[in-house]
Structures are given as C-alpha cells and as structure tokens.
Nanobody
Framework: QVQLVESGGGLVQPGGSLRLSCAAS????????IGWFRQAPGKEREGVSC??????????YYADSVKGRFTISRDNVKNLVYLQMNSLKPEDTAVYYC???????????????WGQGTQVTVSS
C-alpha cells in the first residue's frame, strides 16, 4: 500500500524551529520528486518547497515566503525527506503535507501521492 506519513509538527514560538519528516512506504521515494505543501484555514493550498528525485541532478524549489528560512533535504538511505523550518513566523501556521510526484514543480499536475498532513502552529 502506497503511503506518505508526515511527522514533526507542533506548536512553536515565533523565531523557533521545527523539522518535518516525510516517510514513504509501498514505493521507492528516491525515484520521485517530493514536495511540501501547506494549507492555512480559509486559504488555498500552496507549494512551500520541492526537491527533485535522486535519479537526477538535485534541484530544489522554495516559495518566496520561505526562502532563506526553510531547507528541504533527502536521506536516501532512510527513505525520508525533511523540511527544516527556521525563523518561523505566525503566518507559517498551517497543515503541512508532503507529496510525491514526477517533477519538482509545485504547479505540476503529477503529484500522485499525498500524506495526511501535520499541523504546524507558530504562536506565542
């Protein structure tokens, strides 16, 4: 059964850090681009960061709102993708989802597998 599971969310104060993890089962994550998306209440889902598959030259994408604060990375041995989030702001509050697809482009129509999401709340 194909499954993506996010973990690492929680409540953090502004300026704090969290590291989200995305774990895959039922398929080889290394062959897929992995993206992180988020959706805040009342807002549309937005692409936060993407990383290309391990079978190609590594490319990454970051939304302008998170550039310089978030870092996406892969651990091919553990079959995990991470999203390190630093200098968190209240506007980063959202449910964060990871997805697997063919292209590291948040606007791609090829995001095939999705996790259930993990809540990130940035508040004092």
């Amino acid at each position: 059964q194909v499954q993506l599971v996010e973990s690492g969310g929680g409540l953090v104060q502004p300026g704090g850090s969290l590291r989200l993890s995305c774990a895959a089962s039922g398929f080889t994550m290394n062959y897929y681009a992995i993206g992180w998306f988020r959706q805040a209440p009342g807002k549309e889902r937005e692409g936060v960061s993407c990383i290309s598959s391990s079978s190609s030259d590594t490319s990454t994408y970051y939304a302008d709102s998170v550039k310089g604060r978030f870092t996406i990375s892969r651990d091919n041995v553990k079959n995990l993708v991470y999203l390190q989030m630093n200098s968190l702001k209240p506007e980063d509050t959202a449910v964060y989802y990871c997805a697997a697809g063919l292209v590291a482009d948040p606007l791609s129509k090829t995001w095939s597998y999705w996790g259930q999401g993990t809540q990130v709340t940035v508040s004092s």
